[in-house]
């Protein structure tokens, strides 16, 4: 097969075997701000053409670290794309030559340039017939939640957030989704950064005493609020500061009436996006009454024993839209990305079909 790179990257496919897995195989990918995932599955799921039932043949999984190129930049964002892309084709058993389809579904991907250039940079990599998808890592957690129909809107909530929602007929709108430094504070980091601003300013005097204090403390090994400084900006990465979000939701169950405040300003901006998302796009229907599905997605969205936001924001946006229909996903996002890509490929392939 053509080398496409230089490098170690693609050698296991010198060992292949000529032939290749009947029907060929589809990648779909799902690359955040903390963890990169790749999943292969084969490309003929179906002789309806039809999502299966539970499980989904996954043939092979892959992790990795960081891809959002607005967190690490976009050499090492590219190098852990490719990197985890191979893994999972060499676990499959599989070859570049095999794949039908490729879905990327990556954080930071905002505009089409983004998109455009991800794009060119994967024509080097795969060969000419694989059909290749990039999408914003928003649009993967939404079919996770479908089973690969875009319609409604997801919630994501992890070391970042955004909401974002398809109609039925291709409109889309997004909210949030611009990182901590420009407000995403429903977001793990947000929660987070809150909790650390809260310990300071009761150290200092500008605000009340909270347990977050001791709890916080406790959690980094760290003696005093004063030392928060330099573990804050000694590596100030949005998933390290969003890992103290568990400390901040057990201490307001332990009764904090600062952490609970943080936590209830999370369920407003978290639900503030959705609204955000459905108004702009009618998914209510004229009257507010029209059904429409709800996916949410992420570590702050998980039940926790007795503080859980993810109920709390539905019960928030049920209130206003009591058709919403909240979805937690059986697969994840990555598989929602190989969903895509491969009801992209049954489209065309149906399309032909009508032309003739």
Not at 87 to 110: D, E, M, P, T, W
Not at 132 to 146: K, P, Q, R, Y
Not at 249 to 269: F, P, Q, R
Not at 336 to 353: F, K, P, Q, R, T
């Amino acid at each position: 097969m053509k080398r496409y790179r230089n490098g170690e990257t693609w050698d296991f496919e010198s060992e292949m075997p000529a032939v290749s897995r009947n029907g060929g195989v589809i990648l779909g990918l799902d690359g955040g701000t903390t963890s990169t995932v790749c999943v292969c599955i084969p490309a003929t799921l179906h002789s309806s053409g039809r999502v299966p039932d539970h499980p989904l043949p996954i043939l092979a999984r892959a992790v990795a670290g960081c891809s959002n190129h607005n967190s690490v930049g976009e050499t090492a964002a590219r190098e852990t794309i490719e990197k985890v892309m191979a893994q999972a084709l060499s676990k499959a058993h599989s070859s570049r030559s095999a794949v039908r389809a490729v879905c990327l579904a990556i954080a930071g991907v905002n505009h089409s340039t983004d998109q455009q250039r991800i794009l060119d940079w994967l024509r080097n990599i795969f060969p000419s017939h694989v059909k290749i998808f990039v999408e914003n890592d928003a649009v993967a957690a939404l079919a996770s939640g479908t089973m690969g129909k875009i319609h409604g809107c997801v919630l994501i909530a992890g070391t970042g957030t955004i909401a974002y929602g398809f109609t039925e007929d291709g409109r889309e709108a997004r909210a949030a989704g611009a990182g901590p430094v420009l407000g995403d504070w429903g977001s793990g980091y947000g929660i987070a950064a809150k909790a650390l601003t809260a310990v300071v300013r009761a150290h200092d005097g500008r605000g009340p005493q909270t347990k977050l204090t001791y709890n916080i403390l406790n959690e980094l090994g760290v003696s005093s609020p004063d030392e928060l400084i330099g573990w804050t900006y000694a590596d100030p990465s949005w998933a390290r500061i969003a890992r103290l979000v568990p400390v901040v939701v057990s201490s307001a169950e332990a009764g904090d009436e600062v952490a609970n405040k943080i936590l209830h300003d999370s369920v407003l901006e978290l639900a503030s996006s959705v609204e955000a998302v459905v108004r702009r796009l009618g998914l209510c229907g004229e009257d507010g009454k029209d059904a429409f599905p709800l996916v949410m997605v992420g570590g702050v969205l998980e039940a926790n024993k007795r503080w859980d936001i993810g109920k709390s924001v539905i019960d928030r946006i049920t209130e206003i839209y009591p058709r919403a229909h909240p979805i937690r996903p059986k697969v994840e996002p990555a598989v929602g990305a190989a969903l895509l890509a491969w009801n992209y490929v049954i489209g065309e392939l149906s399309d032909l079909a009508a032309d003739h």
